[in-house]
């Protein structure tokens, strides 16, 4: 069965850090794009961030490049988003997802998705 699975999420302070980590398994994602994507409720799955399968190239939604780095490391079938200056703006659901697409960011382009970690950004 294939899985990918969030975590780090929590509550932090505006100005603060996390970093979200998505542990994959039932197949190695190594030859995918890997993405960050996040939701409030009421409003659409807004792309944040991927990264291609060799990790060289990069992608970022402008409201987070500057801030936001994602990295992967595919001996571990996992892909990281570290946050730093978070803003209360950037409260959502953080979800982590697969693509054979190359630097994919739209939700359809996606086939495997995780089932989310909650981000917390108190102002």
């Known amino acids: 069965q294939v899985q990918l699975v969030e975590s780090g999420g929590g509550l932090v302070q505006a100005g603060g850090s996390l970093r979200l980590s998505c542990a994959a398994s039932?197949?190695?994602?190594?030859?995918?794009?890997m993405a960050w994507f996040r939701h409030v409720p009421g409003k659409e799955r807004e792309f944040v961030a991927c990264?291609?399968?060799?990790?060289?190239?990069?992608y970022y939604a402008d409201s987070v490049k500057g801030r936001f780095t994602v990295s992967r490391d595919n001996a571990k079938n996992a892909v990281y988003l570290q946050m730093n200056s978070l803003k209360p703006e950037d409260t959502a659901v953080y979800y982590c997802?697969?693509?054979?697409?190359?630097?994919?960011?739209?939700?359809?382009?996606?086939?495997?998705w995780g089932q989310g970690t909650q981000v917390t950004v108190s102002s």
């Open positions: 997802a697969a693509s054979r697409v190359f630097l994919a960011t739209i939700t359809n382009e996606y086939e495997y």
């Open positions: 039932g197949r190695t994602f190594s030859s995918d794009t």
């Open positions: 990264i291609s399968w060799s990790g060289v190239r990069t």
